[in-house]
């Protein structure tokens, strides 16, 4: 009897798939808590605001898509990875396809980056080219950032630091020091969410030589470091309302139920199970920002 090959999916739900929705709180979040930070100072701009966000969203999106590309090619995502389905390798959408669309969107943010540099001057042009470069050096070129175990580091200078930190500045034209000790915030919590990721995908990497952080670490000290991470971030408002910020900012503080359960379920976890880790800890990020963003709206 032939073998019953599964139906595709749609072409929305082949493009949803390589999004990664779940991810995106890592693009989003940085630029809520920026603006925050900027209506809290008097220095609110809804435009720049706006595009800061389509921006930093597209080149999370494009990240996913140039690690699709690239992942595909190294032969990380195999039949036997534990995560969602990776669309090239399955011959959902082609490798052609996705080169254009990545192209594409690259070359959008671009554009669309050159408003915020006309706003907010040449600072703004050399952060956006070193985040779409980041972009593609995730996982491409000879050598690949998340093969070698840096791409924490990474993700924690892009997703919390600069994307907070760019966020304010197109709108103050300023920056301060409690500004980025407020980015510390996302940027573990970004850096989770790649932990969770690794921490699943350990046996697999290792296999086609993608030393990421929990592969050299190994899973314990992995789960270990989310941990850290997450306390980290729950002391970030406690610090910045000791600089003139909102206590209210501490509002964050009430995603801690939710903190506790995921870091117990991140320990008592393996394999596939790890994934509803992962969508937690998207939600917790959105939680604990978008408290944070509020409460400093607060005066």
């Known amino acids: 009897m032939a073998e019953q090959s599964l139906p595709l999916p749609s072409s929305l739900q082949a493009w949803m798939l390589a999004i990664r929705p779940k991810t995106l709180p890592a693009g989003a979040v940085p630029v809520v808590l920026g603006s925050a930070l900027a209506a809290a100072d008097g220095s609110f701009l809804l435009f720049p605001a706006v595009v800061a966000l389509i921006c930093a969203l597209g080149i999370q999106v494009a990240t996913n898509f140039i ?124 850096v989770n969410i790649l932990l969770v990721n690794n921490i699943r995908d350990i046996a697999t990497d290792r296999t086609v030589g993608k030393m990421t952080l929990p592969a050299r670490i190994g899973a314990q000290w992995a789960r270990r470091l989310y941990s850290t991470l997450t306390v980290v971030a729950f002391v970030v408002p406690v610090l910045l309302s000791m600089h003139g910020y909102s206590q209210w900012g501490m509002l964050s503080l009430l995603s801690a139920p939710l903190a506790f359960r995921l870091i117990r379920q991140l320990n008592a976890s393996e394999g596939r199970e790890l994934n509803n880790v992962l969508a937690g800890t998207g939600k917790l990020m959105t939680l604990h920002g978008l408290l944070f963003a509020a409460g400093l709206l607060v005066q």
Request: aromatic share 18%; charged share 10%.
């Open 67 to 190: 690690n699709e590309i690239y992942d595909f090619r190294k032969g990380a995502d195999t039949a036997e990875r534990l995560g969602p389905t990776r669309t090239v390798a399955a011959g959902i959408i082609s490798e052609k396809t996705m080169i254009r669309v990545s192209a594409l969107l690259i070359g959008t943010v671009f554009f669309l980056g050159l408003y915020l540099v006309y706003t907010a001057g040449w600072p703004i042009f050399i952060v956006g080219l070193f985040s779409l470069l980041f972009a593609w050096a995730y996982t491409g070129g000879p050598y690949p950032i998340a093969y070698s175990g840096l791409g924490d580091i990474f993700v924690f200078v892009f997703f919390g630091l600069v994307a907070v930190g760019g966020t304010y500045y197109v709108q103050a034209h300023a920056l301060s020091l409690p500004v980025l000790f407020a980015a510390v915030a996302p940027g573990v919590f970004s």
